[in-house]
């Protein structure tokens, strides 16, 4: 199973971006999974959505392409979003209006949010509210927020908390074999006859 882990943060050595690494490295424990890919938008910044990717313009499908292939490749998401602002990154908003030809259709993702503070909840309602309706991700009921990030997974052990940091990482093992679990399930619904991205392309 190929899992696609997603950095939402625009920013580069984000803590976006180390949470990411973290959850390549507790994938790395499941046999279920045996390919993971991570697409860090601080490393690929997309241009904002125009009307060119309807159009087959040839500067978008250079662009989009080889990530469109990766994300249609992938059995499931693990979504990493800061809140800035109380709100997602306008680049992980961005990110999700490209992918219409079903990359994402029909796949569980999980929801991960970080926060320097306490925070981190209103991420997981916005991406739940307004980030599915055409490209038809399916977000786990279950997410995971690292409050305190700056506190927990880095290098330094003397810059941690540990207790905190063993339960977060006790709590992402449990979200991951839930994901891995869906993902093996949603195989099934992509191989009916229930669903069809070409009959109804955008969603209600």
């Known amino acids: 199973m190929k899992i696609t882990i997603i950095s939402g943060s625009h920013r580069q050595n984000s803590q976006s971006t180390k949470i990411a690494k973290v959850v390549e490295r507790a994938l790395e424990v ?18 904002l959505w125009d009307d060119g990717i309807w159009n087959g313009d040839v500067k978008w499908k250079t662009l989009l392409d080889p990530i469109s292939e990766q994300l249609a490749s992938s059995d499931a998401f693990v979504v990493i979003s800061p809140e800035w602002h109380g709100m997602v990154p306008a680049g992980l908003k961005n990110f999700f209006l490209m992918w219409g030809k079903g990359e994402l259709a029909h796949k569980p993702a999980l929801i991960v949010t970080v926060s320097n503070g306490d925070g981190g909840s209103y991420p997981v309602a916005e991406l739940r509210m307004s980030s ?25 052990e003397q810059e941690n908390s540990l207790s905190a940091e063993q339960y977060f990482k006790d709590r ?6 839930q994901l891995l679990t869906y993902g093996e399930a ?3 619904i992509r191989n009916s006859d229930t669903i069809s991205i070409g009959k109804y392309k955008s969603g209600m």
């Open 30 to 47: 499941f046999p279920k999974c045996d390919e993971y890919y991570l697409f860090d938008l601080a490393n690929n910044p997309l241009p």
């Open 132 to 156: 599915y309706k055409n490209n038809r991700i399916c977000f786990l009921p279950e997410h995971l927020i690292i409050r305190n990030v700056e506190s927990v997974f880095n290098d330094n």
């Open 186 to 188: 949603f195989k099934q």
């Open 172 to 177: 992402l093992n449990y979200c991951l074999k």
